[in-house]
């Protein structure tokens, strides 16, 4: 157990809809991470949060965005879903603010989009 | 559990014996290199770490090893063992850290 948390394990919506994936850090971790797994593309970076600022933004799409809160609790949001779009999606965390500081990553949420 | 990556690219090893994995990468601005270890349905979990100061690091049973003339990293995992079966990934960082990228994997079967 990592100690990062992710919600929901499995999410099943249709095209055009909206969801939100939500992350715990780990106690104590300020940096919060976001990755897409998709058989297609490999493992992605999608965006970097550092103690409610962003830091690092990689392949995201316009259609997704997250933020996170000053509890340190994170939030991807995927709008106007695609088939494309069905991955898994992990959230990570470290303690600092760059790559170099080991990333525990948590157990993913499963996107289907019908 | 999971399928992460139905094609990879497979490595099949008897237990005991050592393994390693490959990785070419493609950025030579690139500064600090990754391995990580996923589980079927499970996230991926650090292994070990290397700066592109260095060209070997070792840690429990694995050691890194980074060749930067030819843009080459290696895991290698000593007395290899059913726990080990995984999908490994390396990834490396670049643009002053604020690019960060995944190989495509490498499938470890430990066979008995």
């Known amino acids: 157990d990592s100690g990062v948390t992710q919600t929901p394990k499995h999410l099943i919506t249709a095209t055009g809809q909206r969801v939100t994936l939500r992350c715990s850090p780990r106690?104590?971790?300020?940096?919060v991470y976001w990755y897409q797994q998709s058989l297609d593309q490999g493992l992605q970076f999608l965006i970097q949060?550092?103690?409610?600022?962003?830091?690092a933004k990689g392949n995201i799409l316009e259609r997704f965005s997250a933020q996170q809160f000053p509890d340190l609790h994170s939030e991807l949001n995927l709008s106007s879903l695609e088939l494309g779009d069905s991955a898994l999606y992990f959230c990570?965390?470290?303690?600092?603010?760059?790559?170099?500081?080991?990333?525990?990553f948590g157990p993913g949420t499963r996107l289907t989009v019908t | 559990g999971e399928s992460v990556g139905l094609h990879l690219p497979t490595l099949s090893v008897q237990e005991g014996d050592n393994s390693i994995i490959n990785c070419a990468y493609s950025?030579?601005?690139?500064?600090?290199f990754i391995w990580y270890k996923q589980e079927s349905g499970k996230g991926p979990q650090f292994i070990i770490d290397?700066?592109?100061?260095?060209d070997k690091r070792q840690g429990q049973r694995v050691t890194v090893l980074l060749n930067k003339t030819v843009k080459h990293l290696s895991l290698q995992i000593a007395a290899t063992q059913p726990g080990d079966s995984a999908v490994y990934f390396c990834?490396?960082?670049?643009?002053?850290?604020?690019?960060?990228?995944f190989g495509p994997g490498t499938r470890l079967s430990v066979l008995p």
């Open positions: 990570a965390s470290s303690v600092g603010q760059g790559f170099g500081y080991e990333q525990y």
């Open positions: 106690s104590g971790d300020l940096s």
């Open positions: 949060y550092y103690n409610g600022e962003e830091r």
């Open positions: 950025n030579s601005a690139s500064d600090y």
């Open positions: 290397i700066r592109s100061n260095m």
């Open positions: 990834a490396e960082t670049f643009n002053y850290g604020q690019n960060f990228v």
